[in-house]
């Protein structure tokens, strides 16, 4: 599912006032393609924590709690080169 223009403008924001911190990355050595993160995004509402484990991407803020696409997970995934268009929480 590709995320709404208010996701967007959401997660482009966070990246544009270097609101987000890469904590951990761990990549596959032969395609270099990340399988393993974490970042804090610092949000409107707080610091939140998004997570990506096993190809599952997951977020501490409300909407990702509820499994709603969110704009911290798709800073996440810009942030580590994921597709805007992986499944979330």
Request: aromatic share 2%; hydrophobic share 45%; net charge positive.
């Amino acid at each position: 599912m590709a995320a709404t223009d208010a996701v967007r403008r959401k997660a482009l924001a966070v990246l544009r006032e270097g609101r987000v911190k890469v904590l951990v990355a761990r990549s596959h050595p032969d395609t270099l393609a990340v399988h393993t993160a974490i970042v804090q995004v610092h949000g409107s509402r707080g610091v939140y924590v998004v997570d990506l484990n096993d190809g599952v991407w997951t977020c501490t803020c409300t909407r990702g709690m509820a499994g709603v696409r969110c704009g911290h997970v798709l800073a996440a995934q810009l942030v580590t080169g994921h597709s805007q268009n992986e499944a979330a929480a």
